[in-house]
C-alpha cells in the first residue's frame, strides 16, 4: 500500500496493483473496459425483511402494469424508474446481477430469452407480471423474446433508431444512486432502480 499515491484512485477488482487514475471518470473507463463482466456482490449489502422485498416487488409490478397500454402508439421502449436501498435491489436480483460497478456502485441486469419471461416472474413472484390482459383477446406485454424470423428486422430498425445498446426483446434493469448538490455542496441523493423494457401488443 506505501507505493500508492494518496492523490489517486485505485481499482477495488484488479489484483495486481495497476496505476492510479487522476479521477473517478477515469477509473470508471477502466472497469467498463476491463471488468464489464465482474459481478461479484459487495460485502456491505444486508439482508433486508421479506416482507420489505415483497412490497419492493409489488412497486415493482404495479409501476409496469401502469405501462402495458392498451393503444398501439404505446408500442416501443418504455422506461421507469423506483426508488429503493441497495440492499433491496441486491436481495431481490442477486443471482442475476451480471454487473457491479464498485466505482460507480452500480448494478446491471438484462433479461431476455424464451425462458426469460418464466425466470423474472420467479423474482417477483408473480408469472403474470409482465402480462395485462385487456378482455376481448387483447393482451400487452414486456416482449422479452423475439422469433427468429422477425429478428433481423428488429435489429436493424434498433439500429436506424439509434437506441442505445437495448433491442426488442431485452429487459434491463439497472440500480444507481441519482440526485445532485447545490452550490453549498448539500448533496440531495437516493438509489433508484431503472427498468426498460419493450412493450409489444397482440391479440390471443
Ligand atoms: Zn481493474
Known amino acids: 500500500m506505501s507505493t500508492q499515491d494518496s492523490t489517486k484512485l485505485y481499482c477495488s477488482i484488479c489484483k495486481r496493483r495497476t496505476k492510479g487514475f487522476k479521477n473517478r471518470s477515469g477509473l470508471q473507463r477502466h472497469e467498463t473496459l476491463k471488468h464489464v463482466s465482474y459481478n461479484t456482490l459487495p460485502s456491505h449489502v444486508r439482508s433486508v425483511p421479506n416482507s420489505e422485498l415483497s412490497h419492493l416487488k ?76 385487456y378482455g376481448g383477446g387483447q393482451l400487452s406485454f414486456v416482449r422479452l423474446h423475439m422469433p427468429e424470423v422477425e429478428n433481423s428486422n428488429y435489429e436493424q430498425s434498433a439500429k436506424k433508431s439509434k437506441t442505445k445498446s437495448l433491442v426488442n426483446g431485452e429487459m434491463t434493469v439497472q440500480w444507481k444512486v441519482t440526485g445532485g448538490k447545490d452550490k453549498e455542496n448539500h448533496k440531495f441523493e437516493a438509489g433508484s432502480a431503472q427498468f426498460r423494457f419493450f412493450l409489444d401488443q397482440c391479440q390471443i
Open 58 to 133: 409489488k412497486t415493482i409490478i404495479k409501476e409496469l402494469q401502469k405501462r402495458l397500454k392498451n393503444h398501439h402508439t404505446a408500442v416501443g421502449k418504455q422506461v421507469f424508474s423506483i426508488h429503493c436501498s441497495e440492499d433491496a435491489f441486491v436481495s431481490i436480483f442477486k443471482n442475476h446481477i451480471t454487473r457491479y460497478s464498485p466505482c460507480g456502485s452500480s448494478y446491471f441486469c438484462s433479461f431476455k430469452g424464451e425462458k426469460a419471461f418464466e425466470e423474472v416472474g420467479k423474482i417477483l413472484d408473480d408469472e403474470n407480471w409482465g402480462e395485462r390482459n
